[in-house]
């Protein structure tokens, strides 16, 4: 069965600060990853996706993933971090050929100035 | 254009009672996905429709649990004799088409609350 771990709960980094939040994955081949982010108020918005090719994917609002398949991961980055980018985020994977999402736990962030 | 809208966006009920939860997917789109997020745990997918026919059905947790889906739009998920754990928020995603790769586009969710 395919599971999602995001080992951080919260995260607090500073207004102008790079960003990387961590994402695992179990599944026995590559699965389609997503990030999506939820703000307060508003519903879950896709920020980026990977389903092959280049390992580096940019997505909306700045940010960017990197998959590495020796380590399961699929970790989301951003060089320098906004007071508007306080929200959770949610790494999810999809079966090739399958049709829903495994989320993981979310990881919410707060942006200090 | 209108996203996926879904009501009410809360709903306070009592142990016991049945409720219903409804989803307005986005026009043209043929998947309707539910899940639900309970406090402190990730989104836990419920069941996915195509059209009107549900061939996924997986993650509904228990028999209390229903969904339907008509003239492959509104989708109503209903919960009966509601348990204090169906607490959540119920989130519903529509898509063009029911492939995984499709972007999922979420509604605002519904907060149920089970007193």
């Known amino acids: 069965a395919q599971s999602v771990t995001q080992p951080d709960i919260h995260i607090t980094v500073s207004e102008g600060a790079s960003l990387e939040l961590r994402c695992n994955y179990s599944y026995g081949a590559t699965p389609y990853l997503f990030w999506y982010v939820q703000s307060p108020g508003q519903g879950l918005q896709l920020l980026l996706k990977?389903?092959?090719?280049?390992?580096l994917v940019q997505g909306i609002k700045g940010f960017e993933a990197e998959f590495k398949r020796s380590q399961s991961s699929f970790n989301l980055r951003k060089p320098s971090v906004h007071w508007s980018d306080a929200a959770e985020y949610c790494c999810a994977v999809g079966a090739v050929n399958g049709n829903k999402l495994v989320f993981g736990a979310g990881t919410i962030l707060r942006v200090k100035s | 254009g209108a996203g996926v809208s879904q009501s009410p966006s809360n709903k306070v009920t009592e142990k016991g009672k049945d409720v219903e939860l409804r989803c307005d997917p986005i026009s043209g789109h043929t998947a309707l996905y539910w899940y639900r997020q309970s406090l402190g745990q990730g989104l836990e997918f419920l069941i996915y429709f195509q059209g009107n026919s549900a061939p996924d059905k997986s993650g509904l947790p228990s028999d209390r649990f229903s969904a339907e889906r008509t003239g492959g739009s509104v989708s109503t998920l209903t919960i009966q004799r509601t348990q204090q754990e169906d607490s959540a928020v119920y989130l519903c995603a529509s898509s063009l088409w029911g492939a995984v790769q499709e972007t999922q586009y979420f509604g605002p969710g519904t907060r149920l609350l089970v007193l």
């Open positions: 990977y389903f092959s090719g280049d390992t």
